[in-house]
């Protein structure tokens, strides 16, 4: 089971990112899977999660600026993020369970990829 995020990079505030998360070994569909961050010296955050039975959830600072999505051919997960600012910058990580849709930062998701960094600055 392998989890790969990919995407992140270097924006100006008020750019745009897409953030990929390919999954391997398992049926992303059958998973909740959510998107979390980590900022230096801040605790983890969550952001964004889906899943089929469950729905989805957005933390409020990203609300109408950041978007997850599916494709469950390519076995991805996607965050568009929009809008972005300064205090968007952070280690991104998706994460899977098989039982649980949650940006709740304490619950412990089955699987995490390896994160990929977000930075926004001038």
């Known amino acids: 089971v392998q989890l790969v995020e990919s995407g992140g990079g270097l924006v100006q505030p008020g750019g745009s990112l897409r953030l990929s998360c390919v999954a391997s070994g398992f049926t992303l569909d059958d998973y909740a899977i959510g998107w979390f961050r980590q900022a230096p010296g801040k605790e983890r955050e969550g952001v964004a999660c889906i899943h089929r039975s469950d729905g989805i959830k957005y933390l409020d600072s990203v609300k109408g600026r950041f978007t997850i999505s599916r494709d469950n051919v390519k076995n991805t997960v996607y965050l568009q993020m929009n809008s972005l600012k300064p205090e968007d910058t952070a280690v991104y990580y998706c994460?899977?369970?098989?039982?649980?849709?949650?940006?709740?930062?304490?619950?412990?998701?089955?699987?995490w990829g390896q994160g990929t960094q977000v930075t926004v600055s001038s």
């Open positions: 994460a899977a369970d098989p039982h649980l849709a949650t940006i709740d930062p304490g619950y412990e998701y089955d699987y």
